[in-house]
T-cell receptor, first 110, second 113 residues
Framework: GQQLNQSPQSMFIQEGEDVSMNCTSS?????WLWYKQEPGEGPVLLIA?????ELTSNGRLTAQFGITRKDSFLNISASIPSDVGIYFC??????????FGTGTRLKVLA | EAQVTQNPRYLITVTGKKLTVTCSQN?????MSWYRQDPGLGLRQIYY???????DKGDVPEGYKVSRKEKRNFPLILESPSPNQTSLYFC????????????FGPGTRLTVL
């Protein structure tokens, strides 16, 4: 099945550092989504992007919908320990199908 | 409390023994979906439903069945489970098909021996 290429796979960072992760696809998407998953729970939506070039923020998180509609990135500024988790990008193909990235596991060192 | 519930949360079974994982939402959502999560592969969509009696295949439907007889319930059926279906399964729902805010259930960890 189709998958998104998400990088990095994992990262250790110091508290207070900025974090950047991205997703690329060979297909065009009409929506890009970013989710966070904490241990033992389902993913929770962080940011949704609907138009090419769109830049959207949610607190310390900023995400952009790539101009080509084949990529997106997520930035986290001034990371804190509770940012730990797995971050997934997802693209919506058409109206009903979602394709998820393989995830970026973030670990924050206090 | 608005939520998506799944049962069971954990299940160990043997090859070939039919099982059903239930999913229920209390938000009157039209769209529901099943995903499996495997290490290194992220979440992959198995089946989705746009409304009652309307379902369609996702990316990895082989070996699974679903039904949507009522709006709130969307069970996932494994008629003859095999070890390669050992995975973490998530049900999700959203108000309308194509609306981005999918609410995920807590997950069901299935082991097929």
């Amino acid at each position: 099945g189709q998958q998104l290429n998400q990088s990095p796979q994992s990262m250790f960072i110091q508290e207070g550092e900025d974090v950047s992760m991205n997703c690329t696809s060979s297909s065009i998407f009409n929506t890009w989504l970013w989710y966070k998953q904490e241990p033992g729970e389902g993913p929770v939506l962080l940011i949704a992007l609907y138009k090419a070039g769109e830049l959207t923020s949610n607190g310390r998180l900023t995400a952009q919908f790539g101009i080509t509609r084949k990529d997106s990135f997520l930035n986290i500024s001034a990371s804190i320990p509770s940012d730990v988790g797995i971050y997934f990008c997802a693209g919506r193909a058409g109206t009903y199908k979602y394709i998820f990235g393989t995830g970026t596991r973030l670990k924050v060192l206090a | 409390e608005a939520q998506v519930t799944q049962n069971p949360r954990y299940l160990i079974t043997v090859t070939g023994k039919k099982l059903t994982v239930t999913c229920s939402q209390n938000m009157n959502h039209e769209y529901m979906s099943w995903y499996r999560q495997d290490p290194g592969l992220g979440l992959r969509q198995i089946y989705y439903s746009m409304n009652v009696e309307v379902t369609d295949k996702g990316d990895v439907p082989e070996g699974y069945k679903v039904s949507r007889k009522e709006k709130r319930n969307f069970p996932l059926i494994l008629e003859s489970p095999s070890p390669n279906q050992t995975s973490l399964y998530f049900c999700a729902s959203s108000l309308l098909a194509g609306q981005s805010e999918q609410f995920f259930g807590p997950g069901t960890r299935l082991t097929v021996l």
